[in-house]
């Protein structure tokens, strides 16, 4: 957050009118300001290199790569900050995509004002009650704050949903699947779906743990409020 407490947002978008629309509908909402404004994924990670920030309003199609691959290298270098993401596509594989690399939520081109206001005044508020849970009522009602939706996959527990954010929330430094298993007693396999869901809905983030050989080691962390 900024030293006035708003949300800062770095708008990532090539074209230079659409751009800075994007700059001035953000600053109108209540809360927000922007961090900067690029024009390329490149100028992005350069930009988020210095200048850590909450969010980020990311155009897929850049000149330079795509938006998923800026989400990639973001989550490699271990920044927790949110997408959102801004696209023409509405190509479901590609909706797959950006969630599974924790893109928070999707903006289909073109948008109104309206549409991003309210994207950004529920995740605003999912900022805010996420600091604050405490019990399971508490996460269901957190979890469901970015999607309008409290509703989970089925085969999904809500009881199973708070113990395993309840467990990251303990190990701020991050868990692999295995250990999150382990610690309640399901299997790796359920561990993960669990915590591929709360990075889905943009709660918990994946940073790689490189070890001696081998594909580095994915932990899942919830960020803690600064």
Known sequence: MTAGGAISVLVVEDEEITAEANRIYVERVPGFAVAGVVRSGVEALRFLG?????????DLYLPDMHGLEVCR???????MCDVIAVTSARDLAMVR?????????YLLKPFTYATLAEKLTRYARFKEEAGMA?????????LG??????????GMARDTLATVAAQLRGHPQG????AVADAIGV????????????????????????????????LYRIPMES
């Open 50 to 58: 210095r200048t850590p920030v909450d969010l980020i309003l990311l």
């Open 73 to 79: 290298a973001v989550r490699a270098s271990g920044l």
């Open 97 to 105: 995509s950006a969630v599974s690399l924790g893109v928070s939520q």
């Open 134 to 142: 405490v019990g399971q009522g508490d996460v269901d009602r957190v």
């Open 145 to 154: 704050t970015l999607r309008g939706t409290s509703e989970l996959p089925k």
């Open 175 to 178: 868990l692999a699947a295995q």
């Open 187 to 218: 299997s790796r396999v359920t561990a993960r779906r669990y915590l591929e869901y709360l990075v889905e809905l943009g709660v918990a983030g994946r940073v790689p743990r490189y070890g001696q050989v081998g594909r580095p080691e994915l």
